[in-house]
Nanobody, 118 residues
Framework: QVQLVESGGGLVQAGGSLRLSCAAS????????MGWYRQAPGKQREMVAF???????NYLDSVKGRFTASRDNAKNTMYLQMNSLKPEDTAVYYC????????????WGQGTQVTVSS
């Protein structure tokens, strides 16, 4: 089992910045990759940033150059630095841990609201 707790969401003006944190606990050794996802009202959840255990990252095209995902293994924490925020970035942001143990198991945090005003 992996437990995830997000923090750092809030209200920011367009062009501003926020940093989200995702603290992991439990069977951390089993995590193969982690990711940040978001879901806006009336839309499907989408992957924003994906980071492997080796540190490789992949981003949603619309956030490339603005968002940066990172992991601090010593603190068992993943971050999402979000710069040059746009109103269309408004959503609930979730962190996820992906575990491969004969099958793919996904663990999710509770989500944190990010609202960008124009």
């Amino acid at each position: 089992q992996v437990q995830l707790v997000e923090s750092g969401g809030g209200l920011v003006q367009a062009g501003g910045s926020l940093r989200l944190s995702c603290a992991a606990s439990g069977s951390i050794f089993s995590i193969n990759a982690m990711g940040w996802y978001r879901q806006a009202p009336g839309k499907q959840r989408e992957m924003v940033a994906f980071i492997t255990s080796g540190g490789s990252t992949n981003y949603l095209d619309s956030v490339k150059g603005r968002f940066t995902a990172s992991r601090d293994n010593a603190k068992n924490t993943m971050y999402l630095q979000m710069n040059s925020l746009k109103p269309e970035d408004t959503a609930v942001y979730y962190c996820a841990a992906h575990v491969v143990d004969g099958r793919l198991i996904d663990y999710w945090g509770q989500g944190t609201q990010v609202t960008v005003s124009s």
